[in-house]
Nanobody, 115 residues
Framework: VQLQESGPGLVNTSQTLSLTCTVS?????????WTWIRQSPGKGLEWIGY???????YVSPSLKSRTSISRDTSNNQFSLQPSSVTPEDTAVYYC???????????WGQGTQVPG
């Protein structure tokens, strides 16, 4: 199983981002929670949210008002769309697979925002 993040590179404050995670070796419609996590400079990992195998989503309450997660099953991808980006959103963004019980068994290599 491999996960690969891709992003827009440089962004301007107040823009809406679109980060995509392309999954190979497993279907995003199988039993797992496809998750976004970020790490800001000098800080620990921050859990953002997930889209489950059924398509149901859950986003951290602190980000829910301006963050959405979606998927493209035909391309086996899931995406993160944070809106109204601020300098506080500067981080490395990771996608990961959660098999349940907080078992994250596969991670992407991360994408830096801003790029």
């Amino acid at each position: 199983v491999q996960l690969q993040e891709s992003g827009p590179g440089l962004v301007n404050t107040s823009q809406t981002l679109s980060l995509t995670c392309t999954v190979s070796g497993a279907s995003i419609t199988t039993s797992a929670y496809w998750t976004w996590i970020r790490q800001s400079p000098g800080k620990g990992l921050e859990w953002i949210g997930y889209i489950g195998y059924s398509g149901a989503t859950y986003v951290s309450p602190s980000l829910k008002s301006r963050t959405s997660i979606s998927r493209d099953t035909s391309n086996n991808q899931f995406s993160l769309q944070p809106s109204s980006v601020t300098p506080e959103d500067t981080a490395v963004y990771y996608c990961a697979r959660n098999r349940g019980s907080d078992e994250y068994d596969y991670w992407g290599q991360g994408t830096q925002v801003p790029g």
